[in-house]
């Protein structure tokens, strides 16, 4: 035993001195890697300097090339200086290739090795090794020091397997903190031969990159997976943009992730198609939340706009999601039935309540009246039409002068027409300089708003002839109450943002830019009366303007109502898309008129489909629990594969006093075995109470409701009565799937007396 036990120090020395040295190896290159960083960063800040100097010459010319250099500048420095911290993460070892063919980036484009790369005797000498980052770096003779993730030469680094490999021997993931190496992991990608570096025989260290990044612990934001990116995924990210890309996956398997990458990667492809920027829909502000700092890590932002459902429609109609419907109620809010409904309450809150009945004008010396008949075959006349309301405004107005006077019978005073157009002209003058005019105009044909019009709809007798034959009484009940709130639900933005296509937007006169105080210092006001807007200052309007994107992301497809669905059409007109989503964690009651919606905003494009079939997120324990609600929510749907088993088994505890106490002990105790997040999953009615119960544990914990939970991940998850959960909503028990597939380590179900657990605790949902 005692010869054994020094055999296996010897062994572990010895693979501590390999990896110590490995990491040696890895500091050296990254040390010269910085040492460039900080080269490209002094020649930017000299751009920048040079530029603000030129500005000094006090020519307009030189003024706009000052601008233009700066803009070009400030973005190549700001996007060194991001990327400076813990932005080199991989290498790839490679045989000698086919032919010697360069690509820009400065590696070999050759994907399979030379007919004599490997030797008879299974020896074969590493002809190129390539470090991968967030970031391409070139050293002074412009050879790469490091790739892009994105370019082409970096492709074998997340699609080489055993099975297919390639030229890749040996595949490195780098794990560093600032400019220190911590560690390495390496996957040998042919075991079979036996590899020389420099006349060395390769070195393999760790046990996976894969299984060591899976077991780090959550925070509350998003990691990229750029080290750790699987075939199956880079095949997602990768794809060719035209048209639509569709892809499938169950819980864990890493569709948000992709499709932020799949954001940075687009860019990097194809930066001037997508400068008019990429749109990611999230499901809620949660989601965004934790999602946020991946592309900014990746090399990517500006260019790229996360936004929760919740709040796409506030550049249009100035709001902003805080409020949650009841499940009827957004059954009700958010079914294209509503389409019908709005379009008849857009033009039925033209007429309030106090709206004239009399038009009454002085004009040539006489008293003109449009009395209330003739003005409402005047509005039915007007309204005949599919514009928007907005914009038949100066119809209306028109047909209200005409009807004035042929009143008037000044008409028939000319024969000549050049003496009846004046003369038409000057009555049309004298009448709309009248206040009476003006204020019976502004009455008869307010212009609306989409609040104003949502407003209107909380008036349950007006909704209910609005919505006649279209929505049941209690339908029309619930929508009009929860009309009444202060505030906004979800439901409601999509709502708001149909509003506002079909009341329109009058045109406005373009407001006059401010003079920069530096130019009338300078005298140059003279020569520049009015100043043009910089590049800089036109990106960054055109972003807070833009409401139509070059490619759309939906994260989440499947929990989109139909009128969701609409709303992100709109500004993805003329896009390409990319839509993520599984059917089997819908919370959407009626998936089938959501993919009429959803076909109906993608249009004829074709499709390209996907599907991620791998659980990177839950082990083994927790998916086979998962699996049971999934049967029950979507017989004969299969379950994405678990790559990993932890051994622990999911726990089941009983409210049996008090439902606080117990939920709070549960996340005490799993504080304090996993080093990262716990999320405490409740039905939605309630999330305030739940914080109630969590104060004062710490901000490692957080519960929240349901629906919040879409997307999210924990290192260990508290979720509270299923039956509660899975009877919310005609879509509960996919709900419950949901909530129960968010831990990446350990999951603890609390049951109460409505959930009718067993001896063991597992509650009636969860039992075989």
């Not at 296996?8 to 693979?15: F, G, L, Y």
């Not at 077991?215 to 880079?234: F, P």
């Not at 000044?410 to 003496?419: I, K, M, Q, V, Y």
Request: with cysteine; hydrophobic share 40%; proline share 5%.
């Amino acid at each position: 035993m005692a010869a054994q036990a020094q055999q296996d120090s010897a062994v572990d020395s010895e693979h501590d001195s390999v990896r110590d040295r490995e990491i040696d190896v890895e500091q050296a290159h990254l040390d010269r890697v910085y040492r460039r960083l900080e080269e490209k960063i002094h020649e930017a800040e000299f751009l920048m300097h040079d530029a603000a100097q030129r500005g000094h010459v006090g020519t307009p010319g030189a003024l706009a090339e000052r601008d233009a250099q700066v803009f070009r500048a400030g973005i190549h420095l700001n996007r060194l200086n991001n990327e400076f911290e813990d932005f080199l993460f991989g290498r790839i070892d490679l045989l000698l290739g086919k032919d010697g063919k360069k690509g820009p980036d400065g590696a070999y484009t050759a994907v399979e090795p030379a007919e004599g790369a490997l030797g008879p005797d299974g020896t074969a000498d590493i002809a190129e090794t390539l470090h991968i980052g967030r970031i391409g770096v070139l050293d002074e003779d412009y050879a790469p020091l490091v790739i892009d993730w994105r370019a082409p030469a970096a492709a074998p680094f997340y699609r080489s397997t055993p099975v297919d490999p390639g030229r890749v021997v040996r595949r490195r993931v780098i794990r560093s903190k600032g400019r220190r190496v911590l560690g390495v992991e390496d996957d040998l990608m042919r075991p079979e031969i036996t590899a020389r570096l420099d006349g060395e025989e390769l070195a393999v260290v760790g046990d996976g990159a894969l299984m060591a990044a899976l077991g780090q612990a959550r925070t509350h934001s998003m990691r990229d997976i750029v080290a750790s990116i699987q075939a199956e995924q880079d095949q997602v990210i990768r794809a060719p943009a035209a048209s639509v890309t569709y892809v499938e996956g169950g819980p864990g398997t890493g569709k948000t992730a992709v499709a932020l990458h799949r954001a940075a990667y687009l860019l990097y492809q194809d930066r001037r198609r997508y400068a008019g920027g990429i749109l990611i829909v999230s499901p809620t502000p949660l989601l965004v939340a934790y999602t946020e700092g991946v592309l900014p890590s990746l090399g990517e932002e500006g260019q790229v706009a996360i936004r929760a459902i919740g709040s796409l429609a506030d550049d249009a109609a100035g709001a902003e999601a805080t409020l949650y419907d009841s499940p009827a109620t957004a059954r009700a809010k958010g079914s294209a039935r509503m389409l019908r409904v709005l379009r008849k309450a857009a033009r039925g809150a033209l007429e309030p309540a106090d709206s004239p009945t009399l038009l009454r004008v002085v004009a040539f010396g006489r008293r003109l009246e449009l009395e209330a008949e003739e003005l409402a075959g005047i509005r039915r006349t007007v309204l005949g039409g599919t514009a928007p309301v907005n914009l038949l405004r100066p119809r209306a107005r028109r047909l209200l002068l005409d009807a004035l006077w042929e009143k008037s019978g000044a008409g028939t005073r000319h024969s000549d027409p050049e003496l009846a157009a004046e003369l038409r002209s000057s009555f049309d003058d004298d009448v709309t300089s009248e206040d009476s005019f003006l204020a019976f105009l502004d009455a008869w044909w307010p212009e609306l708003t989409p609040g104003a019009v949502l407003a209107a709809m909380a008036d349950e007798r007006r909704l209910g002839r609005w919505a006649r034959r279209v929505l049941n009484p209690g339908e029309v009940r619930k929508v009009a109450r929860s009309l009444r709130r202060e505030g906004y639900s979800v439901h409601d933005i999509a709502l708001l943002d149909e509003l506002q296509a079909i009341v329109g937007t009058p045109a406005r006169p373009r407001k006059r830019r401010e003079q920069d105080p530096l130019d009338q210092l300078t005298g140059l006001e003279e020569l520049m009366p009015q100043r043009e807007e910089t590049q800089w200052e036109r990106a960054e309007r055109l972003a807070q303007e833009r409401t139509e994107y070059a490619h759309v992301i939906v994260d989440e497809a499947q929990d989109l109502t139909p009128m969701q669905w609409r709303m992100v059409g709109r500004r993805g007109r003329h896009a390409t898309w990319t839509v993520v989503g599984d059917p089997a964690q819908s919370s959407w009651s009626d998936p089938d008129e959501a993919a009429a919606a959803r076909d109906e905003a993608l249009g004829t494009r074709p499709r390209r489909r996907f599907e991620l079939t791998v659980n990177y997120r839950n082990p083994a324990e927790i998916a086979e629990l998962a699996a049971k609600v999934l049967a029950l929510a979507m017989p004969g749907s299969p379950s994405p594969s678990a790559v990993r088993s932890t051994g622990v088994q999911p726990r089941f505890a009983v409210a049996r006093d008090s439902l606080a106490q117990t939920v709070r002990a549960e996340a005490a105790r799993l504080l304090g075995l996993v080093d990262g997040t716990v999320g405490v999953v409740v039905a939605m009615n309630r999330r305030e109470e739940a914080r109630r119960w969590l104060a004062g544990l710490g901000d490692r914990v957080v519960a929240l409701g349901s629906l919040e939970a879409k997307g999210l991940e924990y290192d260990a998850t508290v979720v509270v009565s299923p039956a509660e959960i899975a009877d919310e909503s005609p879509a509960g028990l996919r709900v419950l799937y949901v909530a129960l597939t968010r831990a990446t380590q350990q999951l603890t179900v609390v049951s109460c007396e409505r959930d009718e657990p067993d001896a063991s605790g597992v509650p009636d949902l969860l039992r075989d």
